[in-house]
């Protein structure tokens, strides 16, 4: 299932349980109350609520991990260990990229099945720098801003014409800050 039906899912099952409290609790309106029951009932439900609050953690946990832990964005400082890296240069209103150690001016050409390194800059004002797979989804993203070199780290998997984007309104030329690299297989196809 596509991310976006799971969290629908999970919303419109969350909704739905709110709602069946409410009728429980409009359903009991007007009812005389017992005390000892009432009394047996507040004990049970501090349970519930101990057992529902440790699910709720657990599950919490459980989810950021599994969804951060191969989070792209590495540790700033150190050198990490891609065998690909690129420096990324945006201005008003291009992108530069060039492989570390070739000439500024030559065709991007990365491979799939290795890690790249992108050190994302800007030479103004902040950019956001945003590679768009051939399918047209995001792969990464993350700010250029003048000072800082941002790394992202990404494993290109599938071979085709990737597209780069700017997402951060930078002024009358930010619609086509746009540029285009290919990604091949290793083995040239
Ligand atoms: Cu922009």
Not at 3 to 9: E, L, P
Not at 26 to 45: E, F, L, T, Y
Not at 147 to 168: H, Q, S
Request: a neutral charge; one cysteine or more; hydrophobic letters at 45%.
């Amino acid at each position: 299932m596509v991310y976006q039906n799971v969290v629908w899912v999970i919303a419109l099952v969350g909704m739905g349980l709110v709602a069946l409290g409410f009728l429980y609790i409009i359903s009991q309106v007007g009812r005389p109350a017992d005390a000892d029951a009432v009394r047996g009932i507040n004990r049970r439900s501090a349970r519930w609520r101990l057992t529902l609050f440790i699910i709720l953690l657990l599950g919490f946990l459980g989810a950021s991990y599994g969804t951060l832990h191969s989070f792209p964005i590495p540790a700033q400082s150190g050198p990490l260990a891609a065998s690909q890296v690129v420096n990324v240069v945006g201005r008003q209103w291009s992108w530069q990229m060039s492989i570390e150690g070739q000439p500024a001016g030559d065709t991007l050409h990365l491979v799939t099945g290795s890690p790249v390194e992108f050190r994302v800059t800007s030479a103004d004002v902040n950019h956001g720098f945003a590679i768009y797979a051939p399918d047209g989804r995001i792969a990464i993203q993350t700010q250029a801003m003048p000072g800082f070199d941002n790394k992202i780290l990404y494993t290109f998997t599938a071979p085709g014409k990737y597209m780069v984007r700017c997402l951060e309104y930078c002024g009358l030329g930010h619609a086509p800050m746009v540029t285009e690299f290919d990604v091949t297989n290793p083995t040239g196809g």
